[in-house]
């Protein structure tokens, strides 16, 4: 019981006592997070089963960009879309994505799931070594976080690939 007794005087006063000031105070913002929506698209299938349905549901995002977009598909408990983000804009053949960035939007939109993908302007949806390392950064990300990567689809002008499909997921 005697490790929790309260703070002596000689403490108090320590804390009390003005620091002399040798530089100017920082000042630090009071902010607030919101997401904001910019449009949105109807979905009449309302649940994504497969990774078939995120191409049909992707495909107007990805197809046909020139370069390399990636984009987050925040789901609820019934795996019904809630929210699209795209989460970044790369170059002609390359796109840099962080866990931090991927999974912003789905706490903020308060997901059960995500799906991603990406296009490859190519239109050759084969997965890259960094496609694949990726994809398991983010599943790791998201057993931190609570929220189950359930695929990444990587999208073509005419096709796809689901790495849940082949095993990376």
């Known amino acids: 019981?005697?490790?929790y007794q309260t703070i002596n005087h000689q403490q108090l006063e320590l804390l009390?006592?003005?620091?002399?000031?040798?530089q100017p105070?920082?000042?630090?913002?009071?902010?607030?997070?919101k997401l904001v929506r910019e449009s949105s698209v109807l979905?009449?299938?309302?649940q994504i089963k497969s990774p078939e349905d995120v191409y049909k549901l992707l495909k107007p995002f990805l197809?046909?960009?020139?370069r390399e977009k990636f984009v987050v598909v925040c789901l609820d408990t019934k795996n019904q879309p809630t929210a699209i983000n795209v989460c970044h804009v790369g170059s002609l053949n390359s796109s840099i994505v962080h866990p931090r960035e991927v999974f912003k939007s789905a706490i903020l939109s308060n997901s059960a799931s995500i799906i991603v993908a990406h296009n490859h302007p190519s239109s050759d949806p084969?997965?890259?070594?960094?496609?694949?390392?990726?994809?398991?950064r983010l599943v790791e990300a998201g057993r931190i976080v609570g929220i189950e990567l359930l695929d990444h689809v990587i999208v073509g002008e005419e096709r796809f690939v689901s790495l849940k499909e082949k095993g990376y997921v």
């Open 63 to 66: 197809a046909e960009a020139d």
């Open 1 to 3: 019981m005697s490790k």
């Open 43 to 46: 979905y009449r299938e309302r």
């Open 25 to 33: 105070a920082k000042r630090v913002n009071i902010v607030s997070l």
């Open 126 to 136: 084969t997965p890259s070594r960094e496609d694949i390392d990726v994809t398991r």
């Open 16 to 22: 009390e006592r003005e620091v002399p000031a040798k």
